[in-house]
T-cell receptor, first 113, second 112 residues
Framework: DSGVTQTPKHLITATGQRVTLRCSPR?????VYWYQQSLDQGLQFLIQ???????AKGNILERFSAQQFPDLHSELNLSSLELGDSALYFC????????????FGPGTRLTVL | GQNIDQPTEMTATEGAIVQINCTYQ??????LFWYQQHAGEAPTFLSY????GLEEKGRFSSFLSRSKGYSYLLLKELQMKDSASYLC?????????????FGTGTRLKVLA
C-alpha cells in the first residue's frame, strides 16, 4: 500500500459523458501527478500539481482538466468522453515537485462504451 | 524529439541474472527512473540515476551512460515474483518544467 488513494476503482460510462477521478496523496506529499495507461501507448504523463498550482503539463488533451485543492487532494476531470479514453488512470504523489520517488495509487479503470 | 526504447519481452530462469536495456533521446535530460509494475497493479519505484555509473540496491542495480543515452536494469538471483513489467522513464526539463516520459515497458517472465 503506497498511501495514495484513488476513487472510484472502476468507472463505466458512455461516450460524450463527463467524469471526475479523485486522488488523495500520501500524508505530507505536496506534489500530485496524473498518468494515463492504455494497452497500446503505455504510461503517459498528463499533468502535475504542486501545493495547489499546476507545475507541468504532458500529453493532456484539452477535454481533460485537473486541479489540486487546499487539502492537497486532486481531481482529474474528463469530458466529452471518447472510446479511446478507456484506460487506467493513475495518480502519484511525491514530497516535493522534483523529488525522485513517486508513489502511485491503485488507479481508476475507466471504460467508455 | 523525445523517445524511449526498451525490449517488449524477455524470459529468464529462476536464480539467473537478467539485464533489461533502455535507450533514450531527450533534449533536457534530468534523470532516469526504473519502475516495476505487476499485471493489474500500480508501478512501484525501483531506482533513479542522474549521474553516469551504477547504482546498486539489493538484488537490483541500474546503470546510466548519459553520453550514450543508455541505461540498464540488472536483476540478480531472479525469483518468480520478479515476473512483471519493467518501465524505463526519463525526466525531461527542456521546456523549463519537469516532464516524465515512459517507455512502453519490458515484460519479464521468470521460469522455474
Amino acid at each position: 500500500d503506497s498511501g495514495v488513494t484513488q476513487t472510484p476503482k472502476h468507472l463505466i460510462t458512455a461516450t460524450g459523458q463527463r467524469v471526475t477521478l479523485r486522488c488523495s496523496p500520501r500524508s505530507g506529499d505536496l506534489s500530485v501527478y496524473w498518468y494515463q495507461q492504455s494497452l497500446d501507448q503505455g504510461l503517459q504523463f498528463l499533468i502535475q500539481y504542486y501545493n495547489g498550482e499546476e507545475r507541468a503539463k504532458g500529453n493532456i488533451l484539452e477535454r481533460f482538466s485537473a486541479q489540486q485543492f487546499p487539502d492537497l487532494h486532486s481531481e482529474l476531470n474528463l469530458s466529452s468522453l471518447e472510446l479511446g479514453d478507456s484506460a487506467l488512470y493513475f495518480c502519484a504523489s511525491s514530497v516535493q515537485q522534483g523529488h525522485n520517488e513517486q508513489f502511485f495509487g491503485p488507479g481508476t479503470r475507466l471504460t467508455v462504451l | 524529439g523525445q523517445n524511449i526504447d526498451q525490449p517488449t519481452e524477455m524470459t529468464a530462469t529462476e536464480g539467473a541474472i537478467v539485464q533489461i536495456n533502455c535507450t533514450y533521446q531527450t533534449s533536457g535530460f534530468n534523470g532516469l527512473f526504473w519502475y516495476q509494475q505487476h499485471a493489474g497493479e500500480a508501478p512501484t519505484f525501483l531506482s533513479y540515476n542522474v549521474l553516469d555509473g551504477l547504482e546498486e540496491k539489493g538484488r537490483f542495480s541500474s546503470f546510466l551512460s548519459r553520453s550514450k543515452g543508455y541505461s540498464y536494469l540488472l536483476l540478480k538471483e531472479l525469483q518468480m515474483k520478479d515476473s512483471a513489467s519493467y518501465l524505463c522513464a526519463v525526466r525531461d526539463q527542456a521546456s523549463g518544467t519537469y516532464k516524465y516520459i515512459f517507455g512502453t515497458g519490458t515484460r519479464l517472465k521468470v521460469l522455474a
